[in-house]
């Protein structure tokens, strides 16, 4: 079983910047690919980023492209999504996904694996 724990939520004001991380532990695997969705209240969840294990295949949801960029360190079997300029539409609860292929996943249902999520509040 893979665990995800998810940390580095918090509030911030528009236009600042905040650094989340997930760190994967358990049964890990050599070739992966990390997801980041959201879910604000009243909302369905939605797809922000990915990233393969290999460095490659990042993808970006039209409405943080620019804004955020996401990493990873395979030492550390964890993913970094940092997030410049945000804004108060940010706000909502941050979850890391992970499958064991590569690729550009960007749908929850491609993914087996989840962490508990993270609170993200952006104040105007």
């Known amino acids: 079983q893979v665990h995800l724990v998810e940390s580095g939520g918090g509030l911030v004001q528009a236009g600042g910047s905040l650094r989340v991380s997930c760190a994967a532990s358990?049964?890990?695997?050599?070739?992966?690919?990390m997801g980041w969705f959201r879910q604000a209240p009243g909302k369905e969840r939605e797809f922000v980023a990915t990233?393969?294990?290999?460095?490659?295949?990042?993808y970006y949801a039209d409405s943080v492209k620019g804004r955020f960029t996401i990493s990873i360190d395979n030492a550390k079997n964890a993913v970094y999504p940092q997030m410049n300029s945000l804004k108060p539409e940010d706000t909502a609860v941050y979850y890391c996904?992970?499958?064991?292929?590569?690729?550009?996943?960007?749908?929850?249902?491609?993914?087996?694996?989840w962490g508990q999520g993270t609170q993200v509040t952006v104040s105007s």
């Open positions: 996904a992970a499958q064991k292929i590569l690729g550009v996943l960007t749908l929850s249902y491609e993914y087996d694996y």
């Open positions: 990233i393969s294990s290999n460095g490659g295949n990042t």
């Open positions: 358990g049964r890990t695997f050599s070739r992966y690919t």
